[in-house]
């Protein structure tokens, strides 16, 4: 059964920095697409950041060049590194993974960035 767990969310001021962790569990990791995304109040689910099984990686244009996505396919687990961090940021973090053509979703974790 597959499992994805996030972390590291939370509250951080404006131009602040955090990291969010993935951990994957029963699938095969290592051969999956990859994803976040986030949700703020009142708003649709959209796509941050996704990287692929070869690591290729896409941004959403509101986070090129702040946020970071990373797999390290020994240890099953994905990260986002966000960096200035704005008030717009806030919003429920989501781990995706598709695994033949089924798509996985995490619990989310919240992050909210005061100004």
């Known amino acids: 059964q597959v499992q994805l767990v996030e972390s590291g969310g939370g509250l951080v001021q404006a131009g602040g920095s955090l990291r969010l962790s993935c951990a994957a569990s029963?699938?095969?990791?290592?051969?999956?697409?990859m994803a976040w995304y986030r949700q703020a109040p009142g708003k649709q689910r959209e796509s941050v950041a996704v990287?692929?099984?070869?690591?290729?990686?896409n941004y959403a244009d509101s986070v090129k060049g702040r946020f970071t996505i990373s797999r390290d396919n020994a240890k099953n687990t994905m990260s986002l590194q966000m960096n200035s961090l704005k008030p717009e940021d806030t919003a429920v973090y989501y781990c995706?993974?598709?695994?033949?053509?089924?798509?996985?979703w995490g619990k989310g974790t919240l992050v909210t960035v005061s100004s």
């Open positions: 995706w993974m598709k695994q033949l053509s089924v798509s996985y």
């Open positions: 029963g699938s095969r990791f290592s051969s999956n697409s």
């Open positions: 990287i692929g099984s070869g690591g290729s990686t």
